[in-house]
Nanobody, 121 residues
Framework: QLTESGGGSVQDGGSLRLSCAAS????????MAWFRQTPEKEREGVAS???????MYANSVKGRFTISQDNAKNTLNLLMNNLKPEDTAMYYC?????????????????WGQGTQVNVSS
């Protein structure tokens, strides 16, 4: 089970830190990711990370967002700096068992309920 937190409302240029707590059975070989979705767009991958520490970012967030994991706490984090109005969305964390560093939605089988991020201009 995955539970997101940390969403909220900020102004253009502000920062937020999202967290995703994982509970239940956990595997040593896994990858996790953050996705986001608005009513107008399909769910898109934002950032992903695997247990070996390798990361991948969508071009739209490179240099602004940082994904990290705390394996001891089974927590996934997303530090979002220099937020823009176009970052407004529901943010979801997801995980897949195995080693596949990807921002494609299909491989991810376990999803959280999401946390809302609103960025005003």
């Amino acid at each position: 089970q995955l539970t997101e937190s940390g969403g909220g409302s900020v102004q253009d240029g502000g920062s937020l830190r999202l967290s995703c707590a994982a509970s239940g059975t956990w595997y040593s070989n896994f990858c996790m990711a953050w996705f986001r979705q608005t009513p107008e767009k399909e769910r898109e991958g934002v950032a992903s990370i695997c247990d070996d520490g390798k990361t991948m970012y969508a071009n739209s967030v490179k240099g602004r967002f940082t994904i990290s994991q705390d394996n001891a706490k089974n927590t996934l984090n997303l530090l979002m700096n220099n937020l823009k109005p176009e970052d407004t969305a529901m943010y979801y964390c997801a995980t897949l068992v195995g080693h596949l560093l990807t921002l494609e939605r299909r491989p991810y089988r376990i999803w959280g309920q999401g946390t809302q991020v609103n960025v005003s201009s």
